[in-house]
């Protein structure tokens, strides 16, 4: 069965630092893969999908991602990161070969930004 | 375009008593879900609707859990009686299609807490 670990429970950074949020997961195939993001009060927001091709995607909100079959690893980066940032991330897989909906999602990573 | 709306946004409920969590969808869209997160789990599946029919209710927990969605638009889940490990947050999600080109747009939730 696909899983998702998110190894960071909670990290905390000063505005201005850079980002990495770290993301592994254990597929057969080819995964599909997100990035969601939670705001205080808020529902889940697509940050950047991965299905195919480059295996840099851009995303909102200047984030990135990489993915690295060898390492099974689908890490999410920002190069300077805003207070308003401050959320909890989430790492999902879809679960069904190409399709989005049925989602196995990682426990999520708690980011606290420092002023 | 309104998002994805769900109500109540918070639920305090006796354990034994009946809850209705309700779903309203981004109007257009065909299919809806819902996820749920139990506090420090991961946000899992619960089931998938294409209009009015379930596609997929394989996370269903049991059967104190039903969900409809009347004539293809909004969407209730009903759990009764509810129980104890039954607290959590139930995410709703709607999509135009279920390929890799059409994102979830998620509600804010409900946060359901059974006392």
């Known amino acids: 069965a696909q899983s998702v670990t998110q190894p960071d429970i909670h990290i905390t950074v000063s505005e201005g630092a850079s980002l990495e949020l770290r993301c592994n997961y254990s597929?057969?195939?080819?995964?599909?893969l997100f990035w969601y993001v939670q705001s205080p009060g808020q529902g889940l927001q697509l940050l950047l999908k991965?299905?195919?091709?480059?295996?840099l995607v851009q995303g909102i909100k200047g984030f990135e991602a990489e993915f690295k079959r060898s390492q099974s690893s689908f890490n999410l980066r920002k190069p300077s990161v805003h207070w308003s940032d401050a959320a909890e991330y989430f790492c999902?897989?879809?679960?069904?070969?190409?399709?989005?909906?049925?989602?196995?999602f990682g426990k999520g990573t708690l980011l606290t930004v420092n002023p | 375009e309104a998002g994805v709306t769900q109500f109540p946004s918070h639920s305090v409920i006796e354990k034994g008593q009946t809850v209705t969590l309700r779903c309203d969808p981004i109007?257009?869209?065909?299919?809806l879900y819902w996820y749920r997160r139990v506090m420090g789990k991961e946000i899992k599946f619960l089931l998938h609707?294409?209009?009015?029919?379930?596609?997929?209710e394989s996370g269903m927990p049991n059967n104190r859990f039903l969900a409809e969605r009347t004539g293809g638009t909004y969407s209730t889940l009903k759990v009764q009686p509810a129980e104890l490990e039954d607290s959590g947050v139930y995410f709703c999600?709607?999509?135009?299609?279920?390929?890799?080109?059409?994102?979830?747009?998620f509600g804010n939730g409900t946060r359901l807490t059974v006392t």
């Open positions: 999600a709607s999509s135009l299609r279920t390929q890799d080109a059409s994102p979830l747009h």
């Open positions: 597929y057969g195939a080819t995964p599909y």
């Open positions: 991965y299905f195919s091709g480059d295996t």
């Open positions: 999902a897989v879809s679960s069904v070969r190409g399709s989005n909906y049925k989602l196995t």
């Open positions: 109007s257009g869209h065909d299919n």
């Open positions: 609707f294409v209009k009015e029919s379930k596609q997929d």
